[in-house]
Protein backbone atom coordinates (compact mmCIF):
# COMPACT_ATOMS: atom_id res chain seq x y z
CA UNK A 1 0.00 0.00 0.00
CA UNK A 2 1.24 3.67 -0.68
CA UNK A 3 0.33 6.81 1.36
CA UNK A 4 1.34 10.27 0.98
CA UNK A 5 3.02 10.61 4.37
CA UNK A 6 4.86 14.39 3.72
CA UNK A 7 5.93 17.38 1.69
CA UNK A 8 9.28 18.78 2.59
CA UNK A 9 9.66 22.38 1.54
CA UNK A 10 13.41 23.54 1.48
CA UNK A 11 13.68 27.17 3.23
CA UNK A 12 16.49 28.87 4.56
CA UNK A 13 15.63 28.70 8.67
CA UNK A 14 13.77 25.64 9.64
CA UNK A 15 12.70 26.48 13.19
CA UNK A 16 11.52 29.79 12.01
CA UNK A 17 9.23 28.10 8.91
CA UNK A 18 8.25 25.82 11.78
CA UNK A 19 7.19 29.01 13.94
CA UNK A 20 5.37 30.74 10.97
CA UNK A 21 2.92 27.90 10.49
CA UNK A 22 2.45 27.11 14.28
CA UNK A 23 1.52 30.73 14.48
CA UNK A 24 -0.13 31.44 11.34
CA UNK A 25 -2.26 28.00 10.78
CA UNK A 26 -2.01 26.69 14.74
CA UNK A 27 -0.05 23.55 13.70
CA UNK A 28 1.26 21.47 15.89
CA UNK A 29 4.97 21.20 16.07
CA UNK A 30 6.34 17.18 16.13
CA UNK A 31 10.18 18.29 16.30
CA UNK A 32 13.33 20.18 14.74
CA UNK A 33 16.62 18.98 14.59
CA UNK A 34 19.20 20.55 16.89
CA UNK A 35 21.12 21.41 13.61
CA UNK A 36 17.88 23.62 12.62
CA UNK A 37 17.84 21.45 9.59
CA UNK A 38 15.35 19.50 9.46
CA UNK A 39 11.94 20.14 10.91
CA UNK A 40 7.68 18.42 11.09
CA UNK A 41 4.67 19.68 11.91
CA UNK A 42 1.31 17.87 12.44
CA UNK A 43 -0.92 18.33 10.55
CA UNK A 44 -3.05 14.98 10.81
CA UNK A 45 -2.40 12.33 8.10
CA UNK A 46 0.10 14.06 6.10
CA UNK A 47 3.35 15.51 7.90
CA UNK A 48 4.24 19.01 6.67
CA UNK A 49 7.88 18.96 6.78
CA UNK A 50 10.77 21.42 6.11
CA UNK A 51 14.57 20.76 5.44
CA UNK A 52 16.99 23.68 5.44
CA UNK A 53 18.67 24.33 1.92
CA UNK A 54 22.05 23.33 2.60
CA UNK A 55 20.48 19.82 3.77
CA UNK A 56 18.48 19.72 0.64
CA UNK A 57 21.28 20.56 -1.78
CA UNK A 58 23.42 17.89 0.16
CA UNK A 59 20.70 15.21 -1.00
CA UNK A 60 20.43 17.06 -4.56
CA UNK A 61 23.61 16.75 -6.21
CA UNK A 62 22.39 18.85 -9.50
CA UNK A 63 20.67 21.52 -7.63
CA UNK A 64 17.35 22.87 -7.43
CA UNK A 65 15.30 26.12 -7.83
CA UNK A 66 15.28 27.89 -4.56
CA UNK A 67 11.69 29.47 -3.63
CA UNK A 68 11.67 33.36 -2.52
CA UNK A 69 8.92 36.16 -2.30
CA UNK A 70 11.15 38.10 -4.59
CA UNK A 71 10.25 35.37 -7.73
CA UNK A 72 6.76 34.00 -8.40
CA UNK A 73 5.75 31.26 -6.36
CA UNK A 74 6.09 27.85 -8.14
CA UNK A 75 3.33 26.12 -9.63
CA UNK A 76 2.20 24.00 -6.16
CA UNK A 77 0.08 24.68 -3.40
CA UNK A 78 -0.16 23.80 0.30
CA UNK A 79 -4.05 23.65 1.42
CA UNK A 80 -5.45 24.73 4.05
CA UNK A 81 -9.55 24.35 4.68
CA UNK A 82 -11.09 26.49 7.40
CA UNK A 83 -14.77 27.96 8.04
CA UNK A 84 -13.71 30.96 8.05
CA UNK A 85 -10.99 32.21 5.89
CA UNK A 86 -10.76 35.70 6.35
CA UNK A 87 -9.97 35.12 10.08
CA UNK A 88 -7.14 32.83 8.60
CA UNK A 89 -5.87 35.19 6.53
CA UNK A 90 -6.14 37.78 9.03
CA UNK A 91 -3.79 35.25 11.83
CA UNK A 92 -1.34 33.91 8.79
CA UNK A 93 -0.60 37.84 7.38
CA UNK A 94 -0.08 38.66 11.41
CA UNK A 95 2.50 35.99 11.75
CA UNK A 96 4.15 37.00 8.53
CA UNK A 97 2.05 35.79 5.71
CA UNK A 98 1.94 38.19 2.16
CA UNK A 99 -1.79 37.92 0.82
CA UNK A 100 -1.53 37.55 -2.82
CA UNK A 101 -5.24 37.38 -3.88
CA UNK A 102 -7.87 38.29 -1.17
CA UNK A 103 -10.89 35.95 -0.09
CA UNK A 104 -12.91 35.75 -2.90
CA UNK A 105 -16.34 33.35 -2.68
CA UNK A 106 -15.80 31.28 -6.27
CA UNK A 107 -18.87 30.61 -8.46
CA UNK A 108 -19.54 27.05 -6.83
CA UNK A 109 -19.63 28.80 -3.32
CA UNK A 110 -16.62 28.36 -1.96
CA UNK A 111 -14.27 31.00 -0.35
CA UNK A 112 -11.15 31.15 -1.07
CA UNK A 113 -7.48 33.48 -0.64
CA UNK A 114 -3.84 32.27 -1.36
CA UNK A 115 -0.93 33.77 0.73
CA UNK A 116 2.86 33.19 0.04
CA UNK A 117 4.90 32.37 3.75
CA UNK A 118 7.80 34.01 4.52
CA UNK A 119 10.17 31.55 2.30
CA UNK A 120 7.39 32.61 -0.80
CA UNK A 121 5.52 29.06 -1.22
CA UNK A 122 2.36 29.91 -1.96
CA UNK A 123 -0.58 28.52 0.16
CA UNK A 124 -4.09 28.28 -0.59
CA UNK A 125 -6.65 28.69 2.39
CA UNK A 126 -10.24 28.13 1.59
CA UNK A 127 -13.79 26.73 3.31
CA UNK A 128 -14.35 22.53 2.58
CA UNK A 129 -15.92 21.77 0.01
CA UNK A 130 -19.00 19.58 0.95
Not at 32 to 55: C, K
Not at 83 to 94: E, F, G, I, R
Amino acid sequence: MIKFAYTILYVQDVEKAVRFYEEAFGLTRKFVTPENDYGELSTGETTLSFAAITLAKSNLKDGFIESNRSNKPFGIEIGFTTNDVALTVNTAQAAGALIVEAPKTKPWGQVVAYLRDPDGFLIEVCTPMH
